[in-house]
C-alpha cells in the first residue's frame, strides 16, 4: 500500500471511531427518549445539548474546509444549543443524522486521493485539511468518550447484555 492511502485510510478509520474510541453511532445507538433533555449530576448540559455541540461544531469544520468565504460563529456560544433548549424525538434524530452526513462528507474529502491533505483550507493560509481533520476526529473522540462514560453513570445504556 502506498503511503498517501495509508494515511487516508487511517485518517477515515480515526474520523469514523472505533479504533481507539467508540464511535459516534455506538454512542447514540438505542438512547432512551426519556433522557434526550436530562442534565446529569455535575454538568451544565443535556445529552441533547452534547449532541447538538458535536453537530455545530463538525458542521463548522465542515464549512472552514470548503467554503471561501467561510467566517467563524462566535465562540462559544454559537458551538452549543441555548441552555434551555430541548429536544424532542425529531431534533434528537435530525442532530444525529445531521452529524453522520457531515461525518461522511469530510471522510469523502479525507479519503478523495485528489484532496491534497498538505493543502491549506479555502479561507486561510494558516491550517491544512489534515489538521482540520485531526481536529474533528479529536474532538469527536472527546465528547464521544464523554457521551459514553455519562451514559454509564446515568445508567442510560438499557438492558445489558452478558457475555
Known amino acids: 500500500m502506498d503511503r498517501d492511502r495509508g494515511l487516508r485510510d487511517q485518517l477515515v478509520g480515526l474520523l469514523r471511531g472505533g479504533n481507539a474510541h467508540m464511535s459516534f453511532t455506538e454512542a447514540v445507538a438505542d438512547f432512551p427518549e426519556e433522557r ?20 455545530i461544531t463538525q458542521a463548522d469544520i465542515l464549512d472552514y474546509l470548503t467554503n471561501a468565504s467561510y467566517t467563524a460563529p462566535e465562540w462559544p456560544k454559537a458551538y452549543w444549543p441555548a441552555r434551555e433548549a430541548q429536544a424532542k424525538k425529531h431534533d434528537w434524530d435530525t442532530s444525529v443524522k445531521e452529524f453522520q452526513r457531515d461525518l461522511e462528507a469530510i471522510v469523502a474529502i479525507v479519503a478523495n486521493e485528489g484532496t491534497d491533505l498538505f493543502a491549506m483550507v479555502p479561507s486561510s493560509n494558516e491550517h491544512t485539511v489534515l489538521r482540520q481533520a485531526l481536529i474533528v476526529a479529536d474532538h469527536n473522540a472527546y465528547h464521544v468518550g464523554e457521551l459514553g462514560i455519562l451514559r454509564q453513570v446515568e445508567n442510560a445504556w438499557g438492558p445489558r447484555q452478558e457475555g
Open 36 to 55: 434526550f433533555n436530562r442534565r446529569p449530576n455535575n454538568v451544565t448540559y443535556t445529552f441533547w445539548h452534547l449532541i447538538e455541540h458535536l453537530r
